[in-house]
C-alpha cells in the first residue's frame, strides 16, 4: 500500500477495533447476567463462571464484527470525506478503487477472520460450553441444597437447610431418606459440608441426631457430634452428552450420520448452518460496502450525510435480518441455502454500483479571462 492508503487504513482500523470491542463488551455483559445463576443458584466457583463467559467469545465476536464494520467506516468516512481529506485524494489523481480499496482490505481481513472462527474456533468453544454445562447439572453435590428450599436431589430422598455461609458450610440441614420396606431415616444437623473423600462426594454432619423408623415402627434415636452421608449413590446417571447443531464441525454439518435418528431428522438444519458459517463472513464486506455507498455514493455536502446514512443504516439491517430469515428458511427447503450467498452478494453489488455511479470528473484548467471590449481601444 501506498502511505495515503495506509493512512487511511489506520484511520478505518482505530474504530473499527473500537466499535468491535464496545459491542462485544454489551453482548457478553448481557451473557453475563443470562449465566449468573452458575454462581447464585448452582453455586460453582467463579472459575467455572469465568470459563463460560470466555468461550462465548469467538460466537459474539462473530456476530458482532459485521456490525463494528459497519458503524466504524460510517464514523471514519464521514469524518475524513466532511474534512475534504477524500476530496484531496481525488484531486491528487486517486481512482474510486485507490480510495475504497484500504476499506476493503480491512472488511477482507475481518472475513477471513469469521471465516476461521466460524469453522473451527466457534464450534470448539460451544462444546467446551456445552461439556461444562452438562458437567454442571450433573453435579448433584452443588445442587443437593438450596437455601431455604426443600429439594429432591434422588428417589425418595428430601434435604433442607435454612442457609449456606460464603464458606459453603451449610446451617440448620434437614434430611429425610426413605428406605425399602417403608423404612425411614431422619438426619438433622446445626452445620454441614460437602466434601470428598476417596474420590467420592460426601456430606459431613456436624452436631446432630438420627432418628430411623424400622417396618415394625419402631424408632431408634442417636445423636452425634460428626457423621458422613454418602452421596455417591445419586451421581449415577444414564444422562448423555448431546451435541447441538451449533456445536457441530463443518464436516459433521455438511456429512452427517443417517444411520443415528436425530440427525436423520435434523438434517436439513444441519445443512443450512454449515452453509451459513461460510456466508456469514460475507456480511463483513458487504457492510463495508453499504457504508462507503453511504458516504461515496453521492455527491459532495459539507452539511454532511445524516438522512443518506439513515437510509443505508436501515438497509443494512434489514439485509442482515433477511440473511437470518433466509438461514432459517433453508432448514426447510436445501435449494434455498443458495439465497444465503445471494443476499451478501447483493449487498456488495448494490453497494459498488453505487459508489462507482459518479465518475471522478478530472479538475478543469481555468479558462483566461479575456479583456472586455471598453479596455480594448484605451492606450
Given at each position: 500500500?501506498r502511505?495515503i ?7 478505518l ?5 473500537l ?24 453455586r460453582?466457583?467463579?472459575?467455572v ?18 456490525l ?6 460510517l ?22 478503487w485507490?480510495?475504497?480499496?484500504p ?7 475481518a ?11 466457534q ?11 452438562f ?20 428417589p ?30 431422619t ?9 470428598t ?9 456436624r ?6 423408623f ?6 431408634q ?13 445419586l ?7 448431546h451435541y ?5 464441525y ?16 435434523n ?9 451459513s458459517?461460510?456466508a456469514?463472513p ?18 459532495f ?6 438522512k ?5 443504516g ?15 428458511a ?43 471590449p471598453?479596455w480594448?481601444?484605451?492606450?
Amino acid at each position: 500500500m501506498r502511505l495515503i492508503e495506509r493512512y487511511l487504513f489506520r484511520q478505518l482500523l482505530g474504530p473499527t477495533l473500537l466499535a468491535t470491542a464496545a459491542l462485544v463488551a454489551l453482548a457478553l455483559l448481557a451473557r453475563t447476567l443470562s449465566e449468573f445463576d452458575v454462581l447464585v443458584e448452582q453455586r460453582q466457583s467463579a472459575l467455572v463462571f469465568l470459563k463460560i463467559i470466555v468461550l462465548a467469545l469467538p460466537q459474539l465476536f462473530s456476530i458482532m464484527m459485521p456490525l463494528a464494520l459497519f458503524v466504524a467506516a460510517l464514523v471514519a468516512l464521514n469524518r475524513l470525506h466532511t474534512e475534504q481529506e477524500i476530496v484531496v485524494c481525488f484531486a491528487g489523481g486517486m481512482s474510486r478503487w485507490s480510495v475504497i480499496s484500504p476499506a476493503m482490505r480491512l472488511a477482507v481481513f475481518a472475513a477471513l477472520i469469521s471465516l476461521i472462527s466460524g469453522l473451527w474456533l466457534q464450534p470448539w468453544s460451544a462444546r467446551q460450553i456445552r461439556e461444562t454445562a452438562f458437567e454442571i447439572k450433573t453435579d448433584v453435590a452443588s445442587t443437593l441444597v438450596q437455601p431455604g428450599q426443600f429439594t429432591e436431589p434422588g428417589p425418595g430422598l428430601t434435604v433442607y437447610a435454612q442457609s449456606i455461609d460464603r464458606d459453603n458450610k451449610i446451617q440448620n440441614l434437614f434430611i429425610h431418606q426413605e428406605g425399602p420396606n417403608g423404612a425411614a431415616s431422619t438426619y438433622s444437623s446445626r452445620e454441614a459440608e460437602i466434601a470428598t473423600r476417596k474420590g467420592q462426594p460426601v456430606l459431613i454432619m456436624r452436631h446432630g441426631s438420627n432418628q430411623q423408623f424400622s417396618r415394625q415402627g419402631v424408632l431408634q434415636y442417636t445423636s452425634f457430634d460428626e457423621y458422613t452421608f454418602d452421596l455417591s449413590s445419586l451421581f449415577k446417571t444414564d444422562e448423555l452428552l448431546h451435541y447441538k447443531i451449533a456445536d457441530r464441525y463443518p464436516h459433521e454439518l455438511f456429512f452427517p450420520d443417517m444411520t443415528q435418528e436425530w440427525e436423520q431428522r435434523n438434517a436439513g438444519k444441519m445443512l443450512a448452518e454449515g452453509h451459513s458459517r461460510f456466508a456469514g463472513p460475507l456480511y463483513n464486506i458487504a457492510l463495508m460496502t453499504m457504508a462507503l455507498a453511504a458516504v461515496l455514493g453521492g455527491s459532495f455536502s459539507r452539511m454532511g450525510y445524516g438522512k443518506r446514512i439513515a437510509a443505508v443504516g436501515a438497509a443494512a439491517g434489514v439485509v442482515r435480518i433477511v440473511g437470518f430469515g433466509v438461514q432459517a428458511a433453508c432448514e426447510d427447503s436445501a435449494w434455498l441455502n443458495l439465497l444465503q450467498y445471494l443476499v451478501p452478494l447483493a449487498a456488495m453489488w448494490w453497494g459498488f454500483a453505487q459508489i462507482f455511479r459518479q465518475k471522478v470528473s478530472a479538475c478543469r484548467k481555468p479558462k483566461p479571462i479575456e479583456p472586455s471590449p471598453a479596455w480594448t481601444g484605451a492606450v
